[in-house]
Structures are given as C-alpha cells and as structure tokens.
Nanobody, 126 residues
Framework: QVQLVQSGGGSVQAGGSLRLSCQAYGYTYTIYYMGWFRQTPGKEREGVAAIDTGDATTYYADSVKGRFTISQDNAKNTLYLQMNSLKPEDTAMYYC???????????????????WGQGTQVTVSS
C-alpha cells in the first residue's frame, strides 16, 4: 500500500505562482510513475503532468506546458508541482497520484493510477 499526503495550494492572482507537494509513504518502491491531476465541479479529473520515478522523464498536458514543472526528491519521497504564470482557468482541486504499472501508456489518464492524495484547492483570481 502507498499513502500520499499533499500540502501547498491556496489562492493567488493571475500571473502568480504556487507550489504543491505530495509525500509518499509505504511501499514507495512499487511506484513507477507519479502525476498531478486537477478537477473542477462537473468535469472529469484531467491529467496535468506526470513523471517517471526511475529516470525523471516528465510529461505535460498542452494546457500547462511551459508554465508548470513536475519534479521529485527521491530522498524525501516527495513529488512537487511548481506552477508559474497561473491563469484563472487553472483554478481547480489538484490531486497527486501514483501508479504501480510499469508501462508508459496513458500517463495522464486518471483511471490508470492506483493511489491518490487527499486533494488541495488552487484558486486563481483575475
């Protein structure tokens, strides 16, 4: 089992920055990929970014490419999402996720992930 505990988030004006953190506990050696997802009311949870925990290769949704950076600190078992140049449309509940599937397919698809953090709200005002 893996537990994910998130921190960070909050409210910021458009153009500002925020950083999210996600610390993993338990059988972390079973995790091949981790990701960040976001969800707004009435919409499906969408993938924002993902990272290969082995070689740190990163993957991004087009909507955040160049503005968001996913990274990891293996010594701390912690995943980060640095969000810059935030826009009002980035407002959502953000979730970190982990998966123990080794194949590199559908990395930004929510149902491919086994474990989820508790979520944290990000609000960007115009």
């Amino acid at each position: 089992q893996v537990q994910l505990v998130q921190s960070g988030g909050g409210s910021v004006q458009a153009g500002g920055s925020l950083r999210l953190s996600c610390q993993a506990y338990g059988y972390t050696y079973t995790i091949y990929y981790m990701g960040w997802f976001r969800q707004t009311p009435g919409k499906e949870r969408e993938g924002v970014a993902a990272i290969d925990t082995g070689d740190a290769t990163t993957y991004y949704a087009d909507s955040v490419k160049g503005r968001f950076t996913i990274s990891q600190d293996n010594a701390k078992n912690t995943l980060y999402l640095q969000m810059n140049s935030l826009k009002p449309e980035d407002t959502a509940m953000y979730y970190c996720a982990a998966r123990n599937k080794p194949n590199r397919a559908k990395l930004l698809v929510n149902y491919e992930y086994n474990y989820w953090g508790q979520g944290t709200q990000v609000t960007v005002s115009s």
